[in-house]
């Protein structure tokens, strides 16, 4: 039986362990960028690599895409000219690989060429979300296409890299080839199995002939598109079995999901742990090369039970080496206790592709900030923070480990304010593991944790502290409808703290963040007949199209009823008066039991607006600042213990 920790050799590297970061989009700098935006690429690597990790992917490589003049491809993922022919992209890989090599690590370019943006085998959709009807590659832009993969592959490797990796999934022109979905060609990349594996197949074949050295080739693929019409086990299988009897490739990387649907490339929380390793070991019966599984693996333990199971011979984990870049360090020192834990917020993504904000984690805050350090003080200070949840348990953690001696006082008998609410809704357990994670941190650092503590005005300026950080939170918004008082009127942290709720029950949401799905979800889950109203268009628009697909499936799976575009009117009695966001129309909604309102939030300031002009140094942040999410909250704290000196 194989263990995580053993050597394995894939191609042309030698693996100490099986445990490898795959290729995304991580950190805040940029291959090709300014030479400051180089460093951050390099170190947000180099970090992962120091940590233990010796297989790392870098980031995505786009191939140049045989566009007419004057097309501009868009969407996520969409690139023109590509990566590989712009100005010095051979020397700054060169320097990322040196890098890379010298703490230890092997670096991999994997080559993307996102498919329908515009270039496809045929003028289809691959998803229900997306509509843009793409252009279907000729038989000339083919041939094009399948040279520039292998001149392509020909800077990498002058760039040294140690690996490429054909990015075959993900919605990838690859896999659109690949796939019955989406490729309805009638000439010889089309048609048969065999015919649309055709183009894969060219491309493999124009790496190796123009590469001149040995370097380890690798198939990111796709084990089942989970989507009408789309390709299943049996044809990745087939796929697997083709390419292992070519003798032309070294390994494969497999995961599910289809086109930000259910599930998608980067599923979120409603799914369990390593889901899909099951249907990974099945695939791998095809071949005997190794055989990568990805897919919500968040911490080693799984890890370690899916090369265990024999479902892989290696493990891609991203977003748990985003949290905690130390993880297997951690580990081989006994002490993975002392790992940040990944809870899942898929902040990660959604920032950077709903809000269009730098990278960020939510639960580490030095993410994207590799160049960065908080050093030590030389100057400590007592520093007192009021308030317990992710600001003020992150500004005190950062304090203390920056040097300063600080307390922290919550009202509560529990550490995590609203997100410990939050993590009582079945989509949201990992939430506590960081709570508790934080509070065994707090407790390594020695600072003072005081619960049950209702801070006053008198009694903090009586602590003398040297700095106050009020980190207060925010209490549940009420929105502008009548009615509200009645005793089956509750709100989601009523609903979450375990308030009784009836039979029907109306969520009322108006918010942009995850909390109205997450309420709506965990009724669903426990039997209640749940109805949804949004005001917005798309129900918590801040939740991102990679997450968004699998909580909309569970609740549909789970009778839920959601209705666009809805703001609550009145409340009377089991009738729920609404009107149309847009045009006003008003109907109502009857046999309600309970109004569920999911409504947002507003600061809880109070205590801050009585100390101004009392003490030296005060400071306002998180909830009580401006109700946002963790992210938010965790970064302002970096932010303020960064200026404290």
């Not at 032309?248 to 649907?261: E, I, K, P, Q, R």
């Not at 580490?364 to 350090?373: A, F, K, S, W, Y």
Request: with cysteine.
């Amino acid at each position: 039986m194989a263990d995580l920790f053993d050597p394995i050799t894939v191609g042309t590297i030698r693996l100490d362990h099986r445990l490898v970061m795959p290729p995304h989009s991580g950190g805040r700098g940029a291959l090709l960028g300014r030479p400051d935006q180089f460093e951050r690429f390099c170190a947000y690597w180099v970090e992962r690599v120091r940590g233990g990790v010796q297989w790392v992917g870098g980031t995505p490589t786009f191939v140049r895409n045989p566009l007419i003049p004057g097309f501009e491809p868009t969407g996520v993922g969409a690139s023109g000219p590509g990566t590989f022919r712009q100005p010095g992209f051979v020397e700054r890989l060169a320097e990322f690989t040196a890098r890379l090599h010298a703490a230890g690590g092997w670096s991999t370019v994997q080559m993307v060429m996102q498919g329908g943006k515009p270039s496809a085998p045929s003028p289809r959709l691959s998803g229900y979300r997306d509509h843009a009807i793409p252009h279907a590659l000729d038989a000339d832009e083919v041939a094009w296409l399948v040279r520039e993969y292998g001149e392509s592959a020909a800077l990498a490797a002058e760039g040294g890299a140690d690996v490429i990796e054909l990015h075959a999934n993900h919605d990838d022109v690859l896999q659109w080839f690949l796939s019955p979905l989406t490729n309805h060609r009638d000439d010889g990349y089309g048609g048969s199995a065999e015919g649309r594996r055709r183009l894969l197949r060219e491309v493999v074949e124009s790496i190796r002939s123009h590469v001149d050295r040995p370097l380890t080739l690798g198939l990111r693929l796709c084990i089942d598109e989970m989507i009408d019409g789309g390709y299943g086990l049996e044809d990745c299988q087939a796929l697997l079995a083709a390419f292992t009897a070519d003798g032309t490739v070294d390994y494969f990387s497999l995961d599910v999901g289809n086109n930000w649907g259910a599930p998608s490339y980067v599923p979120p929380n409603t799914y369990g742990a390593a889901p899909w390793a099951e249907l990974c070991g099945e695939a791998r019966t095809a071949t005997d090369l190794p055989v990568l599984y990805a897919g919500r693996v968040t911490d080693v333990a799984t890890a370690r039970r899916v090369v265990a199971d024999g479902h892989a011979d290696l493990v891609g984990m991203v977003r748990a080496l985003i949290a905690e870049p130390q993880l297997l360090e951690h580990v081989r020192d006994g002490a993975e206790e002392e790992s940040r834990p990944c809870i899942g917020v898929q902040d990660c993504l959604n920032r950077r592709v709903v809000e269009h904000l730098p990278f960020a984690c939510a639960v580490n805050p030095h993410v994207g900030r590799e160049t960065e350090r908080l050093v030590p003080t030389s100057a400590p200070r007592h520093i007192l923070v009021v308030g317990g949840g992710p600001a003020g348990t992150e500004t005190a953690a950062l304090a203390a480990e920056r040097g300063h001696r600080v307390t922290v006082w919550e009202r509560e008998d529990h550490l995590g304010g609203q997100l410990a609410v939050a993590a009582r809704a079945r989509m949201n357990r990992p939430y506590a593991d960081w709570i508790d994670w934080q509070a065994r941190r707090l407790d390594r650092l020695g600072v003072t944790v005081a619960l049950g503590v209702e801070a006053t005005a008198d009694a903090v300026v009586a602590e003398a502290a040297d700095v106050v950080v009020v980190a207060t939170g925010a209490r549940a918004r009420r929105p502008d409808a009548e009615g509200l008082a009645q005793p089956h009127v509750r709100t989601a942290v009523d609903v979450l703290s375990g308030a009784e709720v009836g039979r029907r029950v109306l969520v009322v949401s108006e918010d942009d963040r995850p909390g109205p799905l997450a309420v709506a979800d965990h009724l669903a889950g426990l039997g209640h007949e749940v109805v949804l109203t949004h005001r917005s268009p798309a129900p918590s628009p801040l939740v991102g199209a990679y997450a968004l697909g699998a909580v909309l499936a569970r609740l549909d799976r789970d009778g839920a009823q959601l209705i666009a575009s809805t703001r609550l009117v009145a409340v009377d009695g089991s009738t729920a008066h609404v009107a149309n966001t847009f045009s006003g129309r008003r109907w109502t909604i009857e046999g309600v039991d309970t109004v569920v309102l999911a409504t947002g939030s507003v600061p809880e300031s109070t205590l801050h607006d009585a100390l101004r002009g009392s003490l030296q140094e005060l400071h306002l942040l998180g909830d009580a600042y401006a109700p946002r999410r963790v992210v938010f909250a965790t970064r302002q704290a970096y932010a303020l213990v960064a200026d404290l000196g």
